[in-house]
């Protein structure tokens, strides 16, 4: 925090030490931005548990980063794994096959199953069926592997509780096979209401959107970097509210039309398309916030697109989560409140420490936009580069 503070005293003790100032602000922001880069990767997921209840047996299937709990990292709160002392471990784990990882998977199992709590009248014992893990592809990106878990359940039974493991991160939970199902989202050490087995536990639309808002907002802050660096790129533009509106309002409507579209699966496209073609996005504006000195139409339609581009990205996140059917549109208005809230906020903290104190400057320009612009657009060029290439 010290570059702050001493931004913050230098441009309340007058005009002489402002170039300083800047130079402060654009030296912690870029280190910031570097740092936080290289990470970006790595991005902690939420597990998916799809349960059902028939002839006596208890299937769980969870579908997880396995290396992650393998390599023993405590994913409760974790925004990515190259912040855990285990990374390393982490990291050589998803370069091995399906065969070298499976033993290491079945002795993890036999400790982990202990703490996963199933409890229906009595405490159900849970033994792993079936491992399935996917062929090495990009180390760089988490695998979705699937694990099969069984317990046998009293046939008395009426209802049961599940009570995730503590460091086991967030995971979301959906009941199968009965009208109105549960579906639930916990952290690591939480524990469900009693879930009828015979369903009708189903969400109320105001649960469903009160519950997704936080996992809206959490894909911008803190995990969804190019989604930050995009919406700064449009904020550096200029020193004027009305562009700055023109185009969060167009970034805005077009990637709210996107995530609707791609929720329901009107509209998929491969990520492997997706994801480069926004790093491009943010090379884009950056680059554009050092040639341009006004909001042209063209660059205001522009943004528009690239809103379709994220919408899609959102999107993505989404499928992992899944949307409960029964409470399609109120879950997904929360998630797209959440984004908007994030967004706000990145625009909120951009001005507390930029627009408050230097909008009015002369040279504001070309001591904070233009260089903080060229960092996003370096940044944006090396996420283009990496997830087209490597």
């Known amino acids: 925090m010290e570059p702050l503070a001493l931004a913050v005293r230098s441009a309340r003790s007058g005009p002489a030490n402002v170039t300083q100032t800047l130079r402060s602000f654009v030296l912690t922001i870029s280190i910031f931005l570097a740092a936080y880069s290289s990470g970006a990767a790595h991005e902690v997921t939420p597990t998916i548990a799809d349960f059902e209840i028939a002839d006596g047996q208890l299937t769980l299937e969870l579908r997880l980063n396995i290396e992650a709990f393998v390599a023993g990292i405590n994913l409760d709160g974790m925004e990515n794994t190259d912040t855990a002392a285990q990374a390393q471990d982490y990291d050589s784990l998803r370069a091995l096959s399906e065969a070298e990882l499976k033993p290491m998977v079945a002795l993890f199992a036999e400790d982990w199953l202990s703490t996963l709590e199933v409890y229906a009248g009595e405490d159900i014992p849970l033994s792993l ?11 760089e990106l988490p695998r979705s592997s699937a694990l099969i878990v069984t317990g046998p359940v009293d046939g008395a039974a009426r209802g049961l509780k599940i009570g995730w493991p503590k460091g086991s991160g967030g995971v979301v939970l959906r009941q199968n096979g009965v009208e109105d199902p549960y579906t639930g989202y916990l952290q690591g050490g939480e524990v469900t209401p009693t879930i009828p087995i015979s369903g009708g536990l189903a969400q109320s639309p105001q ?3 009160v519950d997704y808002i936080p996992v809206g907002y959490t894909h911008i802050l803190p995990k969804g970097l190019d989604h930050i660096l995009f919406v700064l790129g449009l904020f550096f533009f200029s020193t004027r509210l009305r562009p700055l509106i ?8 077009a990637h709210t039309i996107a995530l609707a579209l791609g929720a329901l699966g009107w509209i998929r496209i491969d990520p492997a ?6 790093a491009a996005s943010i090379v884009f504006v950056a680059v554009e916030n050092v040639f341009a000195r006004k909001l042209h139409s063209w660059r205001t339609l522009v943004i528009f697109g690239f809103g379709l581009l994220h919408g899609l990205g959102f999107a993505s996140v989404l499928a992992e989560f899944g949307l409960p059917d029964a409470q399609f549109l109120p879950a997904l208005l929360g998630f797209n409140v959440g984004v908007e809230l994030g967004q706000l906020t990145v625009v909120g903290v951009a001005y507390a420490l930029f627009g408050f104190w230097f909008w009015g400057h002369p040279k504001y320009r070309g001591r904070v936009a233009i260089p903080a612009s060229f960092t996003i657009a370096l940044i944006g060029a090396y996420w283009f580069a990496e997830r087209v290439f490597l």
Do not use: H
């Open 129 to 139: 069926q079936s491992v399935t893990i996917p062929e090495v592809g990009d180390v």
């Open 207 to 209: 649960q469903a959107f």
């Open 246 to 253: 023109w185009q969060i309002s167009a970034f805005t409507v």
């Open 273 to 278: 398309i997706v994801e480069p073609l926004i």
